[in-house]
């Protein structure tokens, strides 16, 4: 079946980087376009980037535009999120997605960022 397993999330200062990792498996990973969602206290699960299937394209919420950067591992069956400048806002579970007629979520690695 599918499964999907988030990890790297922690707590850092504001300003500072993590790198989220998201293993994949139960499906031709090559074949799909992988999403990353964050869903902060309070709010609804949003969007905040995707990668194509072969890796080449990419899309990013305005929120997370040049400070995030998705990018996939076809071989390794992973699909990752590096985080850079991070905010107060950026605050949320964050989740991997394997989007399209169902939705797969992973279980959500806990990002907090504060002084």
């Known amino acids: 079946q599918v499964r999907l397993v988030e990890s790297g999330g922690g707590l850092v200062h504001p300003g500072g980087s993590l790198r989220l990792s998201c293993a994949a498996s139960?499906?031709?990973?090559?074949?799909?376009?992988m999403t990353w969602y964050r869903q902060a206290p309070g709010k609804g699960r949003e969007s905040i980037a995707n990668v194509s299937p072969d890796g080449t394209g990419t899309d990013y919420d305005e929120s997370v535009k040049g400070r995030f950067t998705i990018s996939r591992d076809n071989g390794k069956k992973m699909v990752y999120l590096q985080m850079d400048n991070l905010r107060s806002d950026d605050t949320a579970v964050y989740y991997c997605?394997?989007?399209?007629?169902?939705?797969?979520w992973g279980q959500g690695t806990q990002v907090t960022v504060s002084s």
């Open positions: 139960g499906f031709t990973f090559r074949d799909y376009i």
């Open positions: 997605a394997r989007t399209g007629i169902t939705t797969y």
